[in-house]
């Protein structure tokens, strides 16, 4: 709750010039649809990128990126089910409880919202946001977002 309102004006001052600049929406296209700007979306992805980065502070950057490789590589053999994740978040839980369900096993490596890994896995991936699942070592996104996103796979693709 403190980072929120350490970078609240910052936020309200972007969202401000946002709105102004009247770039969030384009222009209807030629099928009278509206479609969200990819440039607005890479900024809203950076902003959060330094929101992240400023409550991770300093860190050692090439041993959470050999982290982040290490955890992802180690999904790969055997074959498996990683996840990073947050404790109670509602996502991370509901991923716990469908695989479960499923009577996939997994790993669930869980960190805090100022882990430096969660950070490099913006970097790398573009989300900060929980869980981040792989399997067999390739990122397939979150509980119901990503691609495809974990409730999406096809089921006969997790190890077992």
Excluded: H, W
């Amino acid at each position: 709750m403190d980072i929120i309102r350490a970078y609240l004006p910052q936020l309200l001052v972007a969202l401000a010039l946002i709105q102004l600049s009247g770039a969030f929406i384009r222009p209807a296209s030629t099928t009278g649809a509206s479609n969200i700007s990819t440039t607005n979306l890479s900024f809203f992805k950076q902003l959060k990128l330094k929101i992240v980065s400023a409550g991770v502070g300093d860190y050692d950057v090439a041993a959470a990126k050999a982290a982040l490789d290490d955890f992802i590589a180690s999904s790969r053999d055997p074959p498996s089910v990683k996840m990073l994740t947050f404790q109670t978040c509602p996502f991370c839980v509901e991923a716990r409880r469908y695989l479960d369900e499923l009577d996939v096993p997994y790993v669930d490596k869980v960190i805090d919202r100022n882990d430096p890994l969660r950070l490099e896995l913006g970097k790398e991936f573009g989300r900060t946001s929980m869980p981040a699942v792989f399997v067999n070592g390739k990122f397939i996104g979150g509980m119901n977002d990503g691609s495809p996103g974990l409730k999406n796979l096809d089921v006969k693709d997790l190890p077992r």
